[in-house]
């Protein structure tokens, strides 16, 4: 795997390390990073002419399951959905997140009502936006966290037990 690594979570089910680089690509290492290279692979699309300068993941978190990865990108308004059993296929792509912006804009992730994933972030616009991983593709609700005039800019969000 080429890059500087930007981001890295480890999957409580399986130990396996997923480490995101700026270069846009995506390593899994067995035993919390110190075993062997389960696999890399890119997040760009195929095709796709975005110079890596422009583009990086900025965080990566597993699915409460194990078997999904989601990733954030700088400079983009999507967070995109990996599913680690079938090839490293993209599922699905969360879009409405206010984030186009060279900062590192952080995600997570928590087991909602009926076991199903939610993915958190904030956002340029001051706001937190949820995402039900299993339904729409737009948040499925949001709330302003912040109504500064001069910086609005939620970079990290995290969800926790209490």
């Not at 999957?11 to 389960?38: I, K, M």
């Not at 110079?51 to 954030?72: E, F, H, K, M, Q």
Request: overall charge negative.
């Amino acid at each position: 795997m080429k890059g500087i690594v930007s981001a890295m979570d480890i999957s409580p089910e399986s130990g396996v390390l997923a480490a995101g680089t700026l270069t846009r690509s995506v390593g899994l290492y067995d035993q919390e990073g110190s075993g062997e290279v389960v696999s890399v692979f890119s997040v760009a699309e195929e095709g796709e002419q975005t110079p890596n300068s422009l583009r990086g993941v900025t965080d990566i978190r597993w699915s409460s399951c194990g078997t999904y990865l989601y990733v954030a990108e700088r400079k983009s308004e999507k967070i995109t959905v990996w599913d680690v059993r079938k090839l490293f296929a993209k599922v699905a792509t969360l879009t409405g997140r206010e984030a186009f912006t060279a900062q590192r804009m952080g995600i997570d992730v928590f087991l909602g009502e009926g076991a199903r994933d939610v993915v958190v972030a904030g956002g340029l616009d001051g706001k937190i936006k949820m995402w039900d991983v299993h339904g729409d593709t737009s948040p499925m609700g949001q709330w302003e966290a912040h109504n500064g005039e001069s910086v609005r800019s939620l970079n990290s969000t995290r969800v926790g037990e209490y």
